[in-house]
């Protein structure tokens, strides 16, 4: 009798379980549709560039509110962006070799010198509602957000096993089946990844992106960002650490939310032929897996949409006959189609090459001795700072590294600490920095470490961990002093890991030099000398030629880094200290 | 005896075809060829122009060495790679115009990881615009037909190495292919898996399960071919031609310790191992070209170790064996074996006529020497013999500062070969010059350099 009830009992659970997620899914999707409603009555409204940010915590939800959308459309744009681009990028021979240069140069671009332009030029389209100003600020964080993600998918595209590819062309795959079935898994894994790091460099963008000066106008939206460079104006102690708090749970929840669940259900796009022995885990996938309501709605509306694409492309050429592999390039004769754009893309380039050179011409000399100080200033904090970061990081790695038990807990706190804004906690360094009478110069070394370390850290610990056991064996069997297990062992075999940790740590800190040069505290400016400031201050005085040549210095600079520098210690590292035999 | 065993196991394909000029070839080749173009003027032919037709009804091999063309062969057939030159028909209408319906069964079997089994199999038909219910109902037959059954939800990572070969069989036939293309497909199983599936292929074709008509394999395994096919052609390489095409008389099932079938592995066996002479069999010879006309040899990529091993066996054997019978002693794959006969010949230290492998002296004195030794006799022979090794060891000798980069030699090596041969060609030059110290390889900066450069190098810098 007990045990029937008990049976019958555990059925209603099993019963009612999928119900109540079921039921949490509907209210996610509720929620969904009003704050879409909310955000359009916003956007379509007249146009307010300064709405004034209280520091009440009580607004503190709505502002989180509005940033969170302005990262998630940004995000949402940098995905289709970077997909479209690198899927050209890959498979169009002809234009492959400037598309993936103009993708490096334009990642070396602080984000800050994309301001002026981009956002006169959404003002001018959308004149007088909030719109123009609102898709100004997400294009800015998009230009934070994309370059990476462009990189990863085009990266994977060309790294698509030959044979894969012809089982595609033999069994007469159109674009559209090759693309959800082969080209998007393969690539999955790499966006998974990099669309943590892109979010983070929103949050980076967002935080200087919100309320700007720019030509001596200021602008001001409602967001976390503007909130917290407002109390870091005010000296309000309490609204920053509560600003920075919300930041923090943010990070935290899309942590757990998104990125772990997505990071689990991307295992099965792994290109493995046998299965790995350990996997990550996300109870919040295992819920909506569980979700009935959400598997058949999904499931039901995909098949309606996708049966008929493929009853119709069917019948298209492209799959009755099947599609060479080699396409050699200069069989088919470019179409005047193909000249015509060309051409005129030719001409555009002329013409704002001419454009810029006339603006460049207004630079005085005077200021241009001032950039190229302030650009050899910026340099070198930018090296000092990877370094400092190398210096501190490579010991703590690797006694990480060599813990299991220790790595275990540190590498996820790790990983939520380097998603939070390093921007976020410039204010605090900042005020601090004051009252010990410090200046910006040194101090903005603090910062850009702030937003450095954390890449370095992760590598290492993930090099550190990777040395075989087997070495770390023979050199306490053959007992080598401390030195020549750091020489012989530790630092060749953490080299590559070093290495890929500095590349993306220093394009983090030519980025955070902008922002680190120049601050508003306590109701006044301070500023160093750096190109980083130069920037800043172009864009608030709205002063172009010096903003443009700032940005083509740091450029130049970044790129010509990772071509002497980085490239070479990066191969150096793939052929001579890589472990895998 | 022997060439009457011969006629017994094989016949002219040339001739056949003469007599039966009525059957119609599904697909034909009419003189295609690949090559690279080179920025120089000069081109780097991959395969000659070649002639070659698939008629319904055989299961056709195609054998050859490594860097004979045979998978480009392949893919220039079944329409995935343009010929450079010439023009592939199928059914008399050019290919890239035609509705071809093929199938490739791939050596690494293609699939697609994050489908399931069935969804695998239901790709092809989802490309064709089949109905959902039709699509699975036709993968859950084909599946049952290579004995997937209930393997259908699983993943391929949960799958072994055969049953991933299955599901790559059932992919390719469920779309009823009129032509079967198989790309070494048993090549990455185990011997007993690749036997079984072998037999059931077999089974299928004769019981005719499948609607095709034609069965076209791409193999380095001479018995392989031998057991499968009705028809077999052997390309040679540099560039890739045809050395020989002809029919398999043997009735199947075939049994490998039958003296038709050792004696027509044997003849396969002696083809390939004579590059520079026309086969007497083959009736319509294609001119072959002289390897020596060409600047730089072919370096057959074997170790130094696998040449004294090798030499060691023979002596076993009182210096002579049939290099058939050796493979067979070693369980070594063709593949495996030629090329390090291939670097024996070219040392001197080996001889092979007909098919027998016969020890030279210099070989003999080579395997009985002690190691110092052993490296002195290598360095001699290989600077003699070796063209690309006495010019890398002239150029060091020649430069004051005994280094040279490895680039100027791929320069040279890419008018010749194509760049990944290239690249393969320093390599195994790198590792003779190292067994031999003709001359070390510096890594890190892609130099040659003289040994004792490196070593005093080597003694300034370190503790």
């Known amino acids: ?581 | 005896m022997q060439s009457a065993g011969l006629q017994n196991g094989m016949q002219a394909a040339a001739s056949e075809e003469s007599d039966r000029p009525t059957t119609e070839a599904i697909i034909r080749a009419e003189k295609i060829e690949k090559f690279y173009a080179q920025p120089s003027q000069n081109r780097i032919q991959v395969i000659s122009p070649t002639d070659l037709s698939i008629v319904p009804g055989e299961i056709v091999a195609l054998l050859g060495p490594s860097g004979s063309g045979k998978s480009t062969m392949l893919r220039m057939l079944s329409g995935l790679s343009r010929p450079s030159g010439g023009q592939v028909y199928w059914h008399e209408k050019p290919i890239a115009e035609a509705e071809i319906n093929v199938s490739i069964v791939f050596q690494s079997f293609a699939l697609f990881p994050w489908l399931t089994v069935l969804q695998n199999v239901e790709a092809p038909l989802q490309a064709r615009g089949i109905d959902p219910e039709e699509r699975r109902a036709r993968s859950m037959r084909m599946l049952d037909t290579v004995g997937l059954d209930g393997f259908e939800s699983a993943y391929p990572k949960e799958l072994s190495g055969g049953m991933k070969q299955r599901v790559g069989f059932a992919r390719a036939l469920v779309v009823e292919p009129e032509v079967l293309f198989m790309d070494e497909p048993f090549s990455a199983l185990d011997v007993l898996t690749a036997e079984n599936l072998r037999s059931e292929l077999l089974e299928l074709w004769a019981k005719k399960t499948m609607p095709t008509r034609c069965v076209f394999i791409v193999t380095h395994n001479i018995e392989e071919a031998v057991l499968l096919a009705d028809r077999i052609i052997v390309l040679g390489r540099n560039p890739g031609h045809i050395r020989t095409d002809f029919r398999v008389q043997i009735p199947q099932p075939r049994d490998r310790k039958a003296e038709t079938f050792t004696q027509l592995v044997d003849f396969i066996y002696k083809v390939l191992t004579r590059p520079d002479v026309a086969p007497a069999e083959a009736p319509t010879g294609p001119r072959v070209r002289d390897q020596r006309q060409m600047k730089y040899q072919m370096l057959p990529h074997a170790r130094p170790g696998g040449v004294a091993g090798l030499l060691e066996l023979l002596i076993d054997k009182n210096g002579r064996d049939d290099i058939y019978r050796l493979a067979d002693d070693l369980a070594f794959e063709i593949d495996d074996l030629l090329p390090i006969v291939d670097a024996a010949q070219l040392l001197g230290f080996l001889k092979v006529e007909e098919g027998d492998a016969s020890i030279t002296e210099l070989g003999a004195e080579y395997a009985n020497s002690e190691i110092l030794r052993q490296k002195e006799i290598f360095r001699d022979a290989a600077i003699e013999n070796v063209l690309l090794l006495r010019q890398i060891r002239r150029a060091l000798d020649a430069k004051s500062d005994h280094t040279v980069s490895e680039e100027f030699f791929l320069d040279m090596l890419d008018e010749q070969f194509s760049g990944e041969e290239s690249q393969r060609q320093i390599e195994t030059a790198v590792t003779w010059g190292r067994y031999g110290e003709i001359f070390d390889f510096d890594a890190a900066r892609r130099r040659f350099v003289l040994p004792d450069v490196l070593q005093e190098e080597a003694a300034g810098g370190g503790e």
Not at chain 1, 65 to 89: Q, T
Not at chain 1, 343 to 365: D, E, K, N, P, Y
Request: glycine share 6%; hydrophobic share 55%; proline share 4%.
């Open chain 1, 1 to 581: 009798m007990s045990l029937q009830r008990t049976l019958t009992r555990s059925l209603v659970m099993v019963r009612t379980w999928p119900v109540v997620i079921d039921m949490g899914v509907g209210l996610c999707a509720l929620a969904l549709f009003m704050a879409i409603v909310h955000l359009a009555a916003y956007w379509m409204g007249t146009a307010v560039p300064v709405s004034h940010v209280t520091e009440n915590a009580r607004s503190l939800p709505v502002y989180a509110f509005y940033s969170v959308m302005r990262i998630g459309i940004a995000y949402v744009l940098s995905l289709v962006f970077a997909i479209a681009y690198g899927y050209i990028a890959a498979r169009n021979a002809r234009a492959e070799a400037w598309m993936i240069a103009v993708l490096d140069i334009l990642q070396s671009i602080p984000v800050l010198s994309f301001l002026p332009p981009v956002l006169l030029a959404m003002i001018a389209l959308v004149p007088h509602r909030q719109l123009g100003i609102e898709l100004g600020v997400i294009l800015l964080i998009f230009t934070g957000q994309v370059w990476n993600l462009a990189f990863s998918f085009y990266s994977s595209m060309k790294a698509i096993p030959r044979e894969m590819l012809e089982a595609s062309r033999i069994y007469r795959y159109s674009g559209w089946q090759r693309f959800w079935q082969l080209e998007m898994p393969y690539a999955a894994i790499g966006l998974v990844w990099n669309s943590i790091i892109s979010v983070a460099n929103g949050w980076f963008a967002l935080m200087a992106c919100e309320m700007f000066q720019l030509k001596n106008r200021n602008f001001e939206l409602p967001g976390l960002g503007s909130y917290i460079q407002n109390a870091t104006y005010d000296g309000d102690m309490r609204a920053l650490v509560s600003g920075i708090a919300t930041i923090v749970l943010i990070v935290v929840a899309t942590d757990q939310l998104i990125w772990r669940p997505l990071i689990a259900w991307s295992e099965k796009f792994k290109f493995e032929q046998v299965e790995a022995a350990d996997h990550v885990s996300s109870p919040i996938l295992a819920l909506l897996q569980r979700s009935r309501l959400l598997g058949t709605l999904t499931g039901r509306l995909w098949t309606r949409i996708e049966e008929p694409v493929y009853r119709r492309l069917s019948r298209s050429r492209e799959t009755r006959v099947v599609q060479p592999i080699d396409t050699d390039g200069d069989r088919r004769r470019p179409s005047i189609l193909y000249w015509f754009a060309g051409i005129t893309f030719a001409l555009v380039i002329t013409w704002g090459a001419v454009q810029c050179a006339l603006m460049l011409r207004q630079v005085s000399w005077a200021e241009l001795r001032m950039l190229f100080t302030g650009a050899a200033a910026t340099f070198l904090r930018v090296n000092a700072s990877l370094l400092l970061s190398a210096l501190w990081t490579v010991p703590v790695g690797v006694a990480i590294g060599f813990s299991p038990k220790l790595a275990r807990v540190v590498q996820p706190v790790a990983q939520v600490l380097a998603s939070v804004p390093a921007t976020a906690f410039f204010p605090i360094l900042l005020i601090g920095l004051l009252k010990i009478g410090g200046g910006l110069g040194i101090g903005s070394i603090a910062l850009m470490l702030l937003g450095t370390q954390w890449y370095i850290l992760f590598n290492v610990i993930a090099g550190a961990m990777s040395i075989p056991s087997d070495l770390k064996e023979a050199a306490s069997l053959y007992k080598f002093t401390s030195w020549q297990r750091w020489t012989t062992l530790i630092l060749p075999g953490i080299f590559p890991y070093l290495i890929t940790g500095m590349v993306t740590a220093s394009g983090g800190a030519w980025n955070a030099s902008v922002f680190a040069e120049y601050a508003n505290v306590q109701n006044r400016t301070i500023q160093t000398n750096g190109l980083g400031a130069q920037i800043d201050t172009a864009t608030a005085d709205g002063n172009f030629p010096i903003l443009l040549l700032a940005t083509i210095l740091v450029a130049l600079m970044v790129v010509t880094m990772n071509r002497l520098v980085w490239r070479r210690l990066y191969r150096l590292s793939e052929t001579r200290y890589k472990l895998e035999g």
